[in-house]
Nanobody
Framework: QLQLVQSGGGLVQPGGSLRLSCAAS????????IGWFRQAPGKVRDEISC????????NYDDSVKGRFTIYRDNAKNTVYLQMNDLKPEDTAIYYC????????????????WGQGTQVTVSS
């Protein structure tokens, strides 16, 4: 069965850090662009970071640039999102998503989604 299984997330104070994981099961991520998205209540699910295909160039939304880092562990078939200096406006449900042989992580083109994980930044 093909699936993306997420872990991590939770409640953190402003300025804190969290790491999200997204493990692929039943397939390899090698032929996909891999991205992290987030959706706040009442808002659209937005891309925040992507590892593109095929050159694995990395992109970040301006809202997270310098604070978040996306990286992958090929041996574990897992992609991570390290989130530092978290702010209340980062509160959202975070999703990983993959797009077959894509130059970018376009939300409407995602082939598989992780189950989502809540991140809450609050004092």
């Amino acid at each position: 069965q093909l699936q993306l299984v997420q872990s991590g997330g939770g409640l953190v104070q402003p300025g804190g850090s969290l790491r999200l994981s997204c493990a692929a099961s039943g397939f390899t991520m090698d032929n996909y662009a891999i991205g992290w998205f987030r959706q706040a209540p009442g808002k659209v699910r937005d891309e925040i970071s992507c590892i593109n295909y095929p050159d694995r160039a990395i992109n970040y939304d301006d809202s997270v640039k310098g604070r978040f880092t996306i990286y992958r562990d090929n041996a574990k078939n897992t992609v991570y999102l390290q989130m530092n200096d978290l702010k209340p406006e980062d509160t959202a449900i975070y999703y990983c998503g993959i797009v077959w042989k894509a130059l970018a992580c376009v939300r409407t083109a995602v082939n598989y989604w992780g189950q989502g994980t809540q991140v809450t930044v609050s004092s």
